[in-house]
């Protein structure tokens, strides 16, 4: 939700900014804008759309390279004002001394606004930013430096923020402050990068520093200061970057999804490289708690999205590997529920960029409550990683597309591997098994094309039903979400054995289902839903083990995938269905990287 940028040093500023903005576009991009000081003041540029429009302005309006070496810059994700120039960020104050580039919410704009306006404050937009420029003008106005300002200000904030800001008196300093947004501040010789996420500084530097929540950053060229507007103690730790520059291009391909995608057999093996050792799953995360995860009775797992859906097959994992109970919760509801807590219960967070507002909120509530709190994280160093207890990294590289892909192969691959490790009996074969994976994952993607073919003819349809049991349920429900994100056309989820219980009614010849049926234990019960959906004229596309022969007299298409063991096979059926998604969407004209409404890191709520 959001990407903010800013940079000071040697350079110039400008196209280190446009540069970083394109890096984070996937947080937003319903306008950019940036504010850099020049010779003649603080320049400001603004364009609603993507970035390329703010890169159209600077040029169509004969606009030059400034000579700048700070500035700030901002890719909008709207929640407060339509996207407009005019709600484009960065904000100002009254008399343009302040300027302010913001991710998250101020859950308090209103009274703020409403304070600010009474002492004679006019505001420009619709947005809850703004107010945090006019407040820090307010405490200027009555006689504070523009530090101790910034201080009194951020005091007085409510809600979800990470602010780079730039006083237009002052062209040596650039300030951020962070509380529950991400803010990452990248050290390079005599310049430093502050951005929202990594993706954006790996072209610069390889070390980094996190904010950690009220902890606000004074940059110059040469030096930072980090201080926490609580007066508690800072914990500053320089962190080298894991990811390289490739890893976050396209590379040959079209788009970012279509790469993640073929990434698949990469992410499995990174996920398990080091892990997999004759004794079995060694989780060096894990290691400090291994006590306490030896008497652990019950298990939560939270997570929204894709990585809930991951956490879904989880909680098949769990169970049936390692004999733990487990419950898998939107982390938005496990938030506001309210139900007992027995000792003996670890909490599970999943999220690829590991700054999801929702399940930051959830991890805080299971801290509060004493529970054990593991992490299954992609980002390194991101506040779901420093939060909790312990945890384990994906090691999945950046994931730019929206969409998610190669994070769920992942997270399941984790979860496999913390299932195994947990169990007291180790599941016979299933390590060896996960070695084969990324061959079998492999061996589909070497038949897009099927897939491509398949996207033509079912593009037509505008609804969709996913079915599968068991393991690929969640598997089925994921289905339906990479489609109807990207495709925005209308696809559902459900368990195989529910469609009589009502979805049925919806069947017939227009309504397709995407069948996930390979060769389990409930093969037959799946051959007699789709038989179901058949006698009511449902066409049917099912992804099933190559060698069934059956399934070629009940579905209309099949497109067959290598055999595996059952708790392992989301790591195969999801991969043609993320396929599928892919190519309805990119051949319906859809930018599939930049889904519309969405943004790849929700940091609010
Ligand atoms: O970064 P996280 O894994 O915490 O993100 C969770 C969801 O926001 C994310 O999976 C979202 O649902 C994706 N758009 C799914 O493709």
């Known amino acids: 939700m959001c990407g903010i940028i800013g940079y000071i040093g040697k350079q110039q500023a400008l196209p280190i900014l446009i540069d970083g903005l394109k890096k984070l576009e996937y947080r937003g991009y319903d306008s950019a804008g940036f504010a850099v000081h020049s010779g003649e003041g603080v320049v400001v540029k603004k364009a609603v759309g993507q970035v390329a429009n703010l890169e159209k302005a600077i040029l169509d309006s004969s606009f030059q390279i400034l000579d700048s070496n700070i500035g700030i810059a901002h890719t909008?994700?709207?929640t407060h004002g339509v996207p407009n120039e005019v709600n484009s960020h960065p904000h100002t104050d009254c008399k343009q001394r302040v300027f302010v580039a913001h991710n998250g919410i101020i859950e308090n704009y209103k009274e703020l606004k409403h304070y600010?306006?009474?002492?004679?404050?006019?505001?420009?937009?619709?947005?809850?930013?703004?107010?945090?420029?006019?407040?820090?003008?307010?405490?200027?106005?009555?006689?504070?430096?523009?530090?101790?300002?910034?201080?009194?200000?951020?005091?007085?904030?409510?809600?979800?923020?990470?602010?780079?800001?730039?006083?237009?008196?002052n062209s040596a300093v650039l300030y951020a402050a962070k509380c529950q947004s991400p803010l990452v501040i990248g050290l390079g010789q005599q310049e430093h990068f502050l951005a929202s996420d990594?993706?954006?500084?790996?072209?610069?530097?390889?070390?980094?520093?996190?904010?950690?929540?009220?902890?606000?950053?004074?940059?110059?060229?040469?030096?930072?200061?980090?201080?926490?507007?609580?007066?508690?103690?800072?914990?500053?730790?320089?962190?080298?970057?894991?990811?390289?520059?490739?890893?976050?291009?396209?590379?040959?391909?079209?788009?970012?999804?279509?790469?993640?995608?073929?990434?698949?057999?990469?992410?499995?093996?990174?996920?398990?490289?080091?892990?997999?050792?004759?004794?079995?799953?060694?989780?060096?995360?894990?290691?400090?708690?291994?006590?306490?995860?030896?008497?652990?009775?019950?298990?939560?797992?939270?997570?929204?999205?894709?990585?809930?859906?991951?956490?879904?097959?989880?909680?098949?994992?769990?169970?049936?590997i390692a004999g733990i109970p487990v419950e898998t919760h939107f982390a938005s509801e496990f938030r506001y529920r309210q139900e007992p807590f027995e000792p003996g219960t670890a909490a599970i967070f999943i999220s690829q960029s590991g700054e999801t507002a929702d399940t930051l909120g959830a991890l805080r509530k299971a801290k509060e409550n004493g529970l054990l709190t593991l992490g299954i994280v992609n980002v390194v160093g991101s506040t779901i990683a420093r939060e909790t207890d312990a945890g384990v990294y994906n090691h999945a590289g950046p994931e730019i597309g929206v969409a998610s892909t190669k994070a769920f192969l992942s997270q399941i691959t984790v979860l496999a591997l913390m299932a195994e490790y947990l169990?007291?009996?180790?599941?016979?074969?299933?390590?060896?098994?996960?070695?084969?994976?990324?061959?079998?994952?492999?061996?589909?993607?070497?038949?897009?094309?099927?897939?491509?073919?398949?996207?033509?003819?079912?593009?037509?349809?505008?609804?969709?039903?996913?079915?599968?049991?068991?393991?690929?349920?969640?598997?089925?429900?994921?289905?339906?979400?990479k489609l109807k994100e990207i495709s925005y056309l209308h696809a559902e989820g459900y368990g195989a054995g529910e469609l009589k219980h009502g979805p049925i009614?919806?069947?017939?010849?227009?309504?397709?289902?995407?069948?996930?049926?390979?060769?389990?234990?409930?093969?037959?019960k799946m051959y007699s839903n789709l038989e179901e959906i058949k006698a009511r004229s449902g066409p049917i596309l099912a992804i099933a083990t190559e060698g069934d022969q059956h399934i070629s007299a009940i579905a209309s298409d099949v497109f067959y995938i290598p055999a595996t063991l059952e708790p392992l096979e989301p790591l195969l059926t999801v991969v043609p269905l993320q396929l599928l998604?892919?190519?309805?969407?990119?051949?319906?004209?859809?930018?599939?990287?930049?889904?519309?409404?969405?943004?790849?890191?929700?940091?609010?709520e």
């Open 198 to 320: 990594p993706s954006a500084l790996i072209t610069h530097t390889k070390n980094a520093v996190y904010l950690n929540d009220f902890e606000m950053a004074k940059i110059s060229a040469g030096e930072i200061t980090i201080e926490n507007i609580r007066r508690e103690p800072t914990d500053t730790k320089v962190v080298t970057l894991e990811w390289n520059l490739e890893q976050a291009q396209k590379g040959n391909y079209q788009h970012f999804m279509q790469k993640e995608i073929f990434e698949g057999p990469e992410t499995v093996k990174l996920a398990f490289a080091g892990r997999l050792h004759e004794a079995g799953v060694k989780l060096g995360g894990l290691e400090q708690v291994k006590e306490k995860l030896e008497t652990i009775k019950r298990v939560i797992i939270c997570a929204c999205g894709t990585s809930y859906y991951a956490g879904l097959v989880g909680e098949y994992l769990f169970e049936e």
């Open 581 to 604: 998604a892919y190519y309805i969407g990119a051949k319906l004209g859809y930018n599939v990287d930049k889904p519309r409404n969405l943004a790849k890191s929700v940091t609010v």
């Open 116 to 169: 600010l306006q009474e002492r004679g404050h006019t505001f420009t937009s619709a947005t809850d930013t703004e107010v945090v420029a006019h407040l820090i003008e307010d405490f200027i106005n009555q006689g504070d430096d523009f530090e101790k300002a910034l201080k009194l200000a951020l005091n007085m904030l409510r809600g979800a923020y990470a602010f780079a800001i730039i006083d237009a008196e």
């Open 76 to 78: 909008r994700w709207a």
């Open 505 to 524: 009614a919806m069947i017939g010849k227009e309504f397709p289902t995407i069948a996930l049926v390979p060769g389990n234990g409930v093969l037959e």
């Open 423 to 481: 169990a007291k009996v180790k599941r016979p074969g299933l390590l060896e098994e996960l070695r084969n994976i990324p061959g079998k994952i492999g061996a589909i993607l070497a038949r897009a094309s099927e897939i491509e073919k398949l996207a033509e003819k079912y593009l037509y349809h505008k609804n969709f039903i996913f079915l599968g049991r068991r393991y690929n349920y969640p598997t089925a429900l994921e289905g339906a979400l």
